[in-house]
Nanobody, 122 residues
Framework: QVQLVESGGGLVQAGDSLRLSCAVS????????MGWFRQAPGNEREFVVA????????YFGDSKKGRFTMSRDNAKNTVYLQMNRLKPEDTAVYYC???????????????WGQGTQVTVSS
């Protein structure tokens, strides 16, 4: 059974940093690209960032590069999303996802976590 479990969400103030983690089990982690998407109430699911299976390439959604970074530890079957200088508009549920290739399109991913809430107060 494939499981993706996000952690690290919470309530922070604007300008703060937060690191999300996603622990993966039930698949050969090093074979999968990983991504983060987010969804705010009333909005569509939005691409945040993705990383290739090797970790050699990272792809960012609009306006994410420079504030967000993504990394993976294939020995721990875990990916991380480091978010800096957070803004109230970053408030959303953040989802971890695994797929055959890094993509900005959510439909290209095979497995999803339950999500973790990030709330940024002004």
């Amino acid at each position: 059974q494939v499981q993706l479990v996000e952690s690290g969400g919470g309530l922070v103030q604007a300008g703060d940093s937060l690191r999300l983690s996603c622990a993966v089990s039930g698949l050969t982690f090093s074979n999968y690209a990983m991504g983060w998407f987010r969804q705010a109430p009333g909005n569509e699911r939005e691409f945040v960032v993705a990383i290739t299976w090797s970790g050699n390439s990272v792809y960012f959604g609009d306006s994410k590069k420079g504030r967000f970074t993504m990394s993976r530890d294939n020995a721990k079957n875990t990916v991380y999303l480091q978010m800096n200088r957070l803004k109230p508009e970053d408030t959303a549920v953040y989802y971890c996802t695994a797929g055959q290739g890094a993509s900005t399109r959510w439909a290209r991913y095979d497995y999803w976590g339950q999500g973790t809430q990030v709330t940024v107060s002004s």
